[in-house]
């Protein structure tokens, strides 16, 4: 099974920059038909939050033209410059979104992996949370298939990744979510959005990663009293391959076209 994650594309207003400097909208439309073009075809493609900037109707509604170009099953979840509401009404053709209340949502009937989505956003902060009603929704959809391969899907991050002006907005109490993850070693990972960089990390007794956005890159500045800082990198996505006798492979992927292939390897 191949799973594609996209993430954080902050899409803005038909012919607004993002920023006023950076072209997301185009970027995205990239990123599909990157996706489409893909030999093997991805089975699901997941998004990882901040599908746009301010959460207004007009973003909302230029990400879906956008979207709708995808040719496989899509699957989204909140990030933190979404509005929860204004979410749900662009995507009240997806089913298995929630009518109210944080999007949580877990599916098992695409594939050999389960997908279960955690939306760890705080209406109107930028960091996540894990509270225990989230934290009892998660143990009791993990309960429901503990024998099944799951993947994990959330926006934050829940670890300090060492950016002293980005780890105020990721996922707190993620010490909770340890605990209930690892009781469930059939977690095969659990992907992120929200840092606009791809890292990982043992977490809860399985893997983390936080994949790239299509967008921008945050610089990866390490020392106290940096200030905000991104570049504009080549986009990339991840592509999580699910095969039964290795596991789950996750793989950086560039968005674009680049010289190639040569015949070596």
């Not at 191949?2 to 995205?28: E, F």
């Not at 996706?35 to 939050?49: A, H, T, W």
């Not at 990030?79 to 009518?99: Q, T, V």
């Not at 890292?199 to 990866?220: D, E, H, V, Y």
Request: aromatic letters at 6%; charged letters at 20%; proline letters at 9%.
């Amino acid at each position: 099974m191949l799973i594609a994650q996209i993430s954080d594309p902050h899409v803005c207003p038909r012919g607004v920059l993002y920023h006023s400097m950076v072209d997301s909208n185009a970027m995205l439309a990239q990123a599909v038909q990157h996706l489409n073009r893909m030999i093997p075809r991805p089975d699901l493609v997941v998004l990882s939050g901040d599908i746009v900037d301010k959460g207004s109707p007009a973003e909302y509604e230029m990400a879906r033209e956008i979207l709708d170009r995808i040719e496989m099953p899509l699957r989204v979840i909140p990030g933190n410059h979404d509005d929860r509401e204004a979410f749900r009404i662009a995507f009240a053709d997806h089913a298995y979104l929630p009518r109210s209340g944080p999007h949580n949502y877990a599916i098992g009937d695409m594939g050999a992996l389960r997908i279960v989505a955690l939306d760890v956003t705080v209406p109107g902060e930028h960091y996540g949370l894990i509270d225990e009603e989230r934290a009892i929704w998660l143990e009791r959809a993990l309960s429901e298939e503990p024998d099944r391969p799951t993947l994990i899907v959330m926006h934050q991050p829940p670890f300090e990744t060492g950016i002293p002006y980005m780890d105020p907005s990721s996922c707190r109490n993620g010490t909770r979510l340890a605990e209930i993850v690892s009781r469930f070693p059939k977690v095969e990972r659990i992907v992120c959005g929200h840092m606009h960089r791809a890292m990982q990390i043992r977490f809860g007794g399985t893997m983390l990663c936080t994949a790239p956005s299509t967008t921008t890159t945050i610089a990866l500045q390490l020392d106290d009293g940096t200030t905000d800082a991104t570049y504009l990198e080549p986009p990339a996505l991840l592509l999580h391959h699910w095969k039964a006798d290795t596991g789950l492979i996750t793989h950086h992927i560039m968005i674009g076209d680049y010289p190639g292939p040569y015949p070596f390897a």
